[in-house]
């Protein structure tokens, strides 16, 4: 088979699962449900800022949908990061684990902290840290002591693991949890791609101390832009609320402020929004898992490419769908991206690995090979949950 054919291949393979729309872009959003009345009722009562009825009723929904005890509702995915990690300890100083292979939000909610980004591997087939290795690992390059964790080699302490459900596919969150007891590390989850994503019958959010979610526009539901901060954690929650309301003490006039806090509220408006996205969760779910489902039959018999299915101990949500390519057809992937692209069904390639990334170069990693081949090989497919629906 010629390289172009098997690209073109792949396109058809493409084709035969999607509508006979012209373009078919990665991720839209879909408004069909309460929005447009949830907005109209913040315009009509003035309610459209940082307090209101919709943000209250968004924190009990999300509680209520991911079985976590709390949530909090603010601006963006990275601000409920920065805030999990600071109430998890991260001081300045401290390295922070993540995956080299994730959004950059991740590396930068440790680096407002003060924190240092080191950079773990990822595992074949959850896509996320690779706990095996990270044990293995960190039995070579770090040294318990009662103070908690350090880095042999850079003396600094390691505080925190924060491992990334890639695409909506859970990490091994029981053995990662192990490793984070021997280390005494603090596991903080970057659930932002997982709403909806469940391990071994519990939804993401729930092992970790501390979780953030993300409403961003291409995100399973988006609020236009938005987070939230999980927690099973009653106090932590309330400081959670605390910080990310500026740190205001509680009064009916007097402007008091016990620390530097942040402005990171979510305003009423895109809650309103969250809440008519939220009814409709079920819906999309529904549709992403029909259309992945399709995927993985069209690519059952297909050379050289597979579709990547969840962890078998996990149910994802299948935020973004995903293909890999053989190491022998890695080489073809831009063409792939090209041909594709052009033919009017959007692909893109996994990110750039963290630490290729000017500000994190000098960052302290492992040896990255699983997160480097996926880097060559992963390519994203179309996956809004319309796109099940024709
Ligand atoms: C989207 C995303 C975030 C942050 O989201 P924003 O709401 O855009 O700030 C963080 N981590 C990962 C892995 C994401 O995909």
Redesign the pocket.
């Given at each position: 088979m010629t390289a172009d054919g098997f690209s073109q291949g792949v396109l058809r393979t493409l084709r035969q699962v999607l509508p006979a729309d012209h373009s078919i872009s990665m991720h839209e959003p879909s408004f069909a449900g309460n929005e447009w009345a949830y907005v109209k009722e913040c315009l009509d009562t003035g309610w459209v800022s940082s307090v209101g009825a919709f943000v209250d009723r968004l924190e009990a929904d999300l509680a209520n949908f991911t079985g976590v005890k709390r949530a909090i509702a603010v601006v963006?995915?990275?601000?409920?990061?920065h805030i999990c990690l600071i109430l998890a300890g991260v001081e300045a100083g401290d390295e922070v684990l993540i995956p080299a292979l994730?959004?950059v939000?991740?590396a930068n909610a440790v680096s407002y902290c003060g924190g240092v980004p080191h950079f773990v591997d990822s595992e074949l087939h959850t896509l996320g840290v690779d706990p095996k290795r990270l044990a293995v690992y960190l039995t070579e390059t770090a040294e318990v002591r009662d103070s908690g964790c350090y880095n042999r080699h850079t003396g600094r302490r390691i505080k925190a693991v924060v491992p990334?459900h890639?695409f909506g596919h859970p990490v091994d969150l029981d053995e990662l949890a192990a490793v984070c007891r021997q280390f005494r590390l603090e596991l903080i989850e970057?659930a932002?791609?997982s709403l909806g994503s469940y391990y071994k019958g519990s939804h993401t959010g729930n092992i970790g101390r501390l979780a953030?979610l993300?409403?961003?526009g291409?995100?399973i539901v988006t609020t236009g832009?938005?987070?939230a901060i999980l927690t099973n954690d009653e106090a932590l929650a309330a400081r959670a609320k605390h910080l990310t309301t500026t740190a205001k003490v509680p009064h009916r006039w007097e402007f008091n402020h016990d620390r530097i806090g942040y402005n990171y509220r979510l305003p009423n408006l895109n809650a309103a929004l969250g809440c008519a996205q939220l009814e409709q969760l079920p819906g999309f779910l529904a549709n992403k898992r029909r259309l992945a489902q399709s995927y993985a039959a069209a690519f059952a018999g297909a050379e050289g490419i597979r579709f990547i299915s969840e962890p078998g101990f996990a149910r994802s949500n299948y935020w973004l769908n995903a293909l890999l390519l053989d190491e022998e057809h890695s080489g073809q992937r831009d063409a792939l991206l090209a041909l594709t692209n052009d033919g009017g069904v959007m692909t893109r390639p996994a990110w750039n690995l963290m630490h290729r990334l000017p500000m994190f170069a000098g960052c302290p990693r492992m040896e990255l090979p699983v997160a480097e081949s996926l880097e060559r090989r992963l390519i994203n497919i179309p996956s809004s949950a319309r796109l099940a629906e024709g």
């Amino acid at each position: 088979m010629t390289a172009d054919g098997f690209s073109q291949g792949v396109l058809r393979t493409l084709r035969q699962v999607l509508p006979a729309d012209h373009s078919i872009s990665m991720h839209e959003p879909s408004f069909a449900g309460n929005e447009w009345a949830y907005v109209k009722e913040c315009l009509d009562t003035g309610w459209v800022s940082s307090v209101g009825a919709f943000v209250d009723r968004l924190e009990a929904d999300l509680a209520n949908f991911t079985g976590v005890k709390r949530a909090i509702a603010v601006v963006n995915g990275t601000a409920a990061l920065h805030i999990c990690l600071i109430l998890a300890g991260v001081e300045a100083g401290d390295e922070v684990l993540i995956p080299a292979l994730t959004f950059v939000a991740t590396a930068n909610a440790v680096s407002y902290c003060g924190g240092v980004p080191h950079f773990v591997d990822s595992e074949l087939h959850t896509l996320g840290v690779d706990p095996k290795r990270l044990a293995v690992y960190l039995t070579e390059t770090a040294e318990v002591r009662d103070s908690g964790c350090y880095n042999r080699h850079t003396g600094r302490r390691i505080k925190a693991v924060v491992p990334m459900h890639t695409f909506g596919h859970p990490v091994d969150l029981d053995e990662l949890a192990a490793v984070c007891r021997q280390f005494r590390l603090e596991l903080i989850e970057d659930a932002a791609e997982s709403l909806g994503s469940y391990y071994k019958g519990s939804h993401t959010g729930n092992i970790g101390r501390l979780a953030a979610l993300s409403f961003n526009g291409n995100k399973i539901v988006t609020t236009g832009g938005g987070g939230a901060i999980l927690t099973n954690d009653e106090a932590l929650a309330a400081r959670a609320k605390h910080l990310t309301t500026t740190a205001k003490v509680p009064h009916r006039w007097e402007f008091n402020h016990d620390r530097i806090g942040y402005n990171y509220r979510l305003p009423n408006l895109n809650a309103a929004l969250g809440c008519a996205q939220l009814e409709q969760l079920p819906g999309f779910l529904a549709n992403k898992r029909r259309l992945a489902q399709s995927y993985a039959a069209a690519f059952a018999g297909a050379e050289g490419i597979r579709f990547i299915s969840e962890p078998g101990f996990a149910r994802s949500n299948y935020w973004l769908n995903a293909l890999l390519l053989d190491e022998e057809h890695s080489g073809q992937r831009d063409a792939l991206l090209a041909l594709t692209n052009d033919g009017g069904v959007m692909t893109r390639p996994a990110w750039n690995l963290m630490h290729r990334l000017p500000m994190f170069a000098g960052c302290p990693r492992m040896e990255l090979p699983v997160a480097e081949s996926l880097e060559r090989r992963l390519i994203n497919i179309p996956s809004s949950a319309r796109l099940a629906e024709g």
